[in-house]
């Protein structure tokens, strides 16, 4: 015969399933009760946490403000000095509008915080304080190479323009019309003598290249220099030569001694100076303290030249 199960069946009361479903709803209620108060704690704490981090986000705004505005005082520090150099080498002024290098675009929705003193608003208006900054320093870089490059040209040029005097000693004849030493006729004198002692070193007036050296019936043994700038120096009546054609040489390069080969009666330097192929009047180059153009009373006719 098959076996048949057994069947237990559980009666409840009324009040014993009414006791069940009342614990169930404090259960909820307590569950609920913990969620919000963990909840409370997790946002205070939060809170407190983003406090701290908003008040050391304001200290450092500040610190970067400060750190701003001493950068913008030392910038137009800069500024100042660079303009003032900008006028002793010969450049423009930037206009006061190109300073102010702007930039523009639209403007991106919510870019701009409605609270002007908020971290947000405050950062903001610090990065764009920061950009200025560099493109206002980005402008000044660029003008002190400009500087600098004309610094360079000007340098170069002053350095091939012959500024002082070619050997140490006394001028015994001025440029212009003078009576001949050897005819007594009135005759034009074409640079300028300047007397000293036999073997003096005689030095370049300006950088440049050495043009000619030789021998002439007149200027005897003699250098030319050009500057490479539409001036030519030549040096005459030498008794050795210090230079070679073609050697490049720098203001004050001994070139020869003081002689008086060729049309000469006596130890001296004739210098000239050609601008442009014309003579002009050397003592115009000198420097004031160089221009000694003192005659000597008592040698007048004592050096003889072209």
């Not at 009666?11 to 009414?18: P, S, T, Y």
């Not at 040029?157 to 003078?178: A, L």
Request: aromatic fraction near 6%.
């Amino acid at each position: 015969m098959p076996r048949i199960p057994k069947i237990t069946v559980l009666l409840l009361g009324h009040r014993a399933g009414k006791m069940g479903r009342m614990q169930n709803a404090t259960l909820a209620v307590l569950a609920t009760v913990v969620v919000s108060l963990i909840g409370v704690g997790l946002w205070a704490a939060s809170t407190a946490y983003y406090k701290v981090k908003n008040q050391e986000l304001q200290t450092r705004l500040a610190d970067l403000e400060l750190l701003s505005g001493r950068y913008n005082e030392r910038l137009n520090t800069i500024i100042e000095k660079e303009q003032d150099t900008r006028i002793v080498v010969g450049l423009p002024d930037i206009h006061p509008d190109v300073r102010e290098v702007g930039v523009g675009g639209a403007l991106v929705d919510g870019s701009i915080p409605d609270e002007p003193d908020s971290p947000l608003a405050r950062s903001a208006v610090f990065q764009r304080t920061l950009d200025q900054l560099i493109r206002e320093a980005s402008l000044s870089l660029s003008s002190l190479e400009e500087i600098e490059a004309e610094a360079e040209d000007t340098q170069t040029y002053w350095d091939r323009v012959p500024t002082v005097r070619p050997v140490k000693g006394v001028t015994t004849s001025r440029f212009g019309m003078r009576n001949d030493p050897f005819t007594g006729l009135r005759r034009m004198h074409n640079g300028i003598d300047i007397a000293a002692n036999r073997g003096t070193p005689v030095h370049a007036t300006a950088a440049g290249t050495v043009s000619q050296t030789g021998l002439n019936a007149y200027l005897g043994l003699f250098v030319e220099v050009d500057h490479k700038n539409g001036l030519i120096t030549r040096y005459g009546h030498l008794s050795a030569l210090g230079v070679t054609v073609d050697q490049e040489i720098s203001r004050r390069t001994v070139i020869g001694n003081v002689g008086k080969t060729g049309r000469a009666n006596g130890y001296h330097l004739h210098y000239e100076v050609r601008r442009h192929g014309n003579r002009v009047d050397p003592g115009l180059h000198f420097w004031p303290e160089q221009n000694l153009l003192r005659p000597c009373r008592f040698c007048s006719f004592g050096n003889g030249t072209l």
